[in-house]
Structures are given as C-alpha cells and as structure tokens.
C-alpha cells in the first residue's frame, strides 16, 4: 500500500457491514464509518495536517482495525452496534487531529497485522505491544501504557503467580504479547526447574477465557490488566492475582504507508490535549496515561 492508496478518499462511498454483535464467538464484523455525534472528538492540528501525503491534505477516510468486544479498551455500547472504549476513543481523536474521516473495522486480534498486510487498514489501535518482531512488519507510535495481569477465581485457591504457573491450564488470547513473548520464557523457567510447561488455551478474545476460567476448563487467565481489572468488576467470583510488564503500547501503521510523521504528530497533540486526560479519566485509567508519543520503541 502506498502513500495515495493509505486512506481512501472522501469521495468514495463507505459500504457499512455490521453484522451481529461480537459476543462470546469472537465474529468479525466490519464498518462503524462515523462515530455518533456525541463522540469524543478533535479539531484538525495544522501541524499534523501538513505531514498528510498530498492526495489527503484535503481528506480522506482512515480505516482503523480494533479487535473484539473487549471492555474497557473496546466494545458496544449497550442496545447498540456502535464501538466504544478506549482504543476506539483514541482513534476517533486521531482522525479528528488529522481532519480524516473515520471507518472502525473490528475483526479478531491475530488477524490485524495480516490483514494490514493486505492493505485492508491503515492503522490499528489494538492495545499492540511494539515488539520487535511485530517492528518487522509495521511502524509504532506510543498511545497508553498498561500491563499484564493473571485473573483467578476469588480468593486465588491455587495460590496463583507467575513464579507457580508450571503444569497449569493458562487461558491467552491469540497472538497475543503474553503468548509470544512471555509464555516461552515462563516455559523456560519451567524446564530450569525440572517442571512441567504451562498448557496454554488459546481464545479469541479474554470473555471467552474468562469464560474457560469459570467453568473450571481453565486455572488462570493471562491477559491486559485493564480488561481483567473490568472482568473482575463484573464478576465477584473472580480477582485479579499477579501483575506486570507495565509499559506503553502503541498504534501500528504499515510501513509503507507514508503517514507515520502525520501519526505521531496527531498523537503528541492528542496526550497533550484535555479530550486525552477526559476519556482516560471516564474509564477510571488515569494510570494509563504517557507522556510522549514516542515511535518505534521496542518493548519485550
């Protein structure tokens, strides 16, 4: 994809295609093209404007991937088909920094990079750790910061942690940063002891692991903390154990996609901005907070 074909133009008609509501099943479904009016939003930042490739300094439509219904970071408001949450906040911010359009594709998390690959988006904000693997195939640009965490049921009766995981039934999400970078090092430590590896369960999405986790067909669930801390709310007969690896997670943008001075523009005004502090702050995850959108920073 290069840097004409990165956005499409205004002109063109976006198809709509929402299907049912992402539940359980982890379904794709594609097409929120303009955020409600009462959206959180930003004016166009000059600044950030000018880095646009010259066939969008006149607008466009950035299409965005975000995974499946997650809260805090992602889902539908109730009764609705409309995305919300952090990550689709956070894109709506961008777009409106950058005077774009936006189309919000949701699709299941292992699928974006590929799918990005293919030239289907133009920018994922997907709460995606810049790992140096990932780095190979796009850009990064810091957004939040957040960590990993372990959920068990209430009152942690295995007596839980990260130092005790060997032989367990371990709930992940698919092509996530705990399966791909941390797992084979907890594997390791385990092999070191003389143990058995972890029997890793992999799922769509973390309701359906938490959803392992209740029915007694899995031991813990290792996912980011905002989304067991939210699971956690919902549900008395499960806390959150460990935690670690807090750190920032980033928007990933093809590389050849000729926007990447643009995104990082956008982001440094959109953290320094109030919308910023406000939709962190709604969430109850001023914790999460960054201070520089910083590109290209590896993490793990």
Do not use: W
Not at 218 to 237: E, F, N, R
Not at 250 to 263: E, F, N, Q, R
């Amino acid at each position: 994809m290069n840097s004409t074909h990165a956005f499409r133009r205004r002109s063109m008609t976006t198809v709509a295609m929402l299907g049912a509501a992402i539940l359980l099943g982890g379904c794709a479904a594609q097409g929120t093209t303009e955020p409600p009016a009462d959206e959180i939003t930003m004016k166009p930042v000059a600044d950030a404007v000018a880095l646009l490739p010259d066939a969008l300094q006149d607008g466009g439509t950035l299409r965005v991937a975000i995974p499946t219904n997650e809260p805090p970071t992602q889902f539908y408001r109730e009764g609705t088909q409309e995305m919300t949450g952090i990550n689709p906040d956070i894109a709506r911010l961008i777009a409106g920094a950058l005077g774009l359009d936006l189309e919000i594709d949701v699709t299941t998390f292992d699928t974006i990079i590929p799918g990005m690959s293919a030239g289907r988006y133009d920018l994922t904000v997907s709460s995606m750790t810049p790992t140096e693997e990932r780095m190979k195939q796009l850009d990064f640009v810091d957004y939040v910061q957040m960590g990993s965490a372990l959920a068990v049921p209430t009152g942690n009766p295995q007596d839980l942690s990260f130092d005790g995981l060997c032989g367990k039934r371990v709930a992940v999400l698919k092509g996530s940063y705990q399966l791909t970078v941390n797992v084979p090092g907890l594997d390791q430590a385990c092999q070191d002891a003389g143990e058995k590896p972890l029997d890793i369960l992999q799922f769509q999405d973390t309701r359906q692991a938490v959803s392992a986790l209740l029915s007694d067909r899995a031991d813990v669930v290792y996912a980011d903390s905002p989304i067991l801390g939210y699971a956690v709310s919902q549900d008395s007969k499960l806390e959150v154990g460990d935690e670690n690896d807090f750190a920032p997670v980033a928007v990933g943008i093809p590389h050849d996609a000729g926007t990447l001075d643009a995104i990082a523009a956008a982001l440094d005004a959109v953290i320094a901005s109030p919308e910023y502090e406000k939709l962190l702050a709604d969430y109850g995850l001023e914790s999460m907070a960054v201070t520089d959108a910083r590109v290209n920073v590896a993490q793990g």
